[in-house]
């Protein structure tokens, strides 16, 4: 079955840095485009960062300098470095794939807390 697992999640003060992992599997990951949404406290999901199968890029103009997604097909894992993170990234991070099939798979999600 499909599992997309997030991991690096935690706590880091304004300025810091995390590295968020996805770790698929159950389904082609090569070509499918993979994505990091997030949730803040009170709020709706939004669109953070998109990679497509080919590797291009988009990022929300929020993030932009700041985050960078990539992607690993060998190792079917997507990663979100965040740097200069702010108190207003404050969310719970998912995972997202969408595949040729147009399916649309979700990770369980993982916490990013920045705060002082």
């Known amino acids: 079955q499909v599992q997309l697992v997030e991991s690096g999640g935690g706590s880091v003060q304004p300025g810091g840095s995390l590295r968020l992992s996805c770790a698929a599997s159950?389904?082609?990951?090569?070509?499918?485009?993979m994505s990091w949404y997030r949730q803040p406290p009170g709020k709706e999901r939004e669109l953070v960062a998109t990679?497509?199968?080919?590797?291009?890029?988009n990022y929300a103009d929020s993030v932009k300098g700041r985050f960078t997604i990539s992607r690993d097909n060998h190792g079917n894992t997507v990663y979100l470095q965040m740097n200069s993170l702010k108190p207003e990234d404050t969310a719970v991070y998912y995972c997202n794939a969408f595949t040729l099939g147009w399916n649309n798979y979700w990770g369980q999600g993982t916490q990013v807390t920045v705060s002082s």
């Open positions: 990679i497509s199968a080919g590797g291009s890029t």
């Open positions: 159950g389904f082609t990951f090569s070509s499918s485009a």
